[in-house]
């Protein structure tokens, strides 16, 4: 199977990761002059994710560049066709692409989550030029023992390493700094 590239881009919360992933993003689509799409994986459920959700729009609209949005919480496989290789892609976020199949979904099952998230990757991966991954690093901490939380941290850990192994460039942003853990940033 033929894949565009893929980069995967991780940090803490509010670590900057969604803006140097949107530069990153913008940046390729000129010089390849590629089309520029935003998966939104977010629900606006409540007022955080609501005032969330309306930042990273108006960061877009003041990009001075062309994003076309593409909210989908789940199933990104779905919209997989509608993407060519001119297109960079720009999937933000990945714990909430998992939160979704999880809580909204709710598939527990963690082989079949990863499956799932796999599938949507690799349905990305085959159509467009380029794919950008946002996630976020909650397991810089000590696990947790409620069990829930221990399971979600395992889910994303794992779903972590997968990607990584696939993707040709992986950065993790700390305080606004990149930082590339595996390829050659350009």
Not at 24 to 50: K, W
Not at 85 to 101: E, H, K, P
Not at 118 to 131: F, H, N, Q, T, Y
Request: charged fraction near 25%; charge should be negative; aromatic fraction near 6%.
């Amino acid at each position: 199977m033929e894949t565009g590239e893929l980069i995967f881009i991780t940090g803490g919360v509010r670590s900057g990761k969604s803006a140097f992933a949107e530069k990153l993003a913008v940046g390729h689509a000129r010089e390849t002059d590629s089309n520029l799409h935003y998966i939104a994986c977010g629900i606006p459920s409540d007022r955080e994710m609501q005032e969330r959700i309306q930042r990273h729009q108006q960061d877009r609209k003041q990009s001075e560049s062309a994003w076309r949005t593409w909210e989908q919480p789940v199933h990104l496989s779905h919209i997989a066709n509608q993407f060519t290789g001119q297109d960079v892609i720009l999937l933000d976020c990945m714990t909430t692409l998992l939160n979704n199949y999880l809580f909204q979904e709710e598939i527990i099952d963690a082989p079949t989550v990863l499956e799932l998230v796999k599938k949507d990757i690799a349905a990305l991966c085959s159509r467009a030029g380029e794919v950008i991954i946002v996630s976020n690093e909650v397991l810089q901490d000590t696990p947790y023992e409620d069990g829930l939380t221990l399971h979600y941290q395992k889910l994303l850990g794992n779903m972590h390493q997968q990607i990584v192994e696939n993707a040709n460039l992986a950065i993790l942003v700390e305080s606004g700094m990149p930082l590339v853990k595996k390829g050659r940033w350009k």
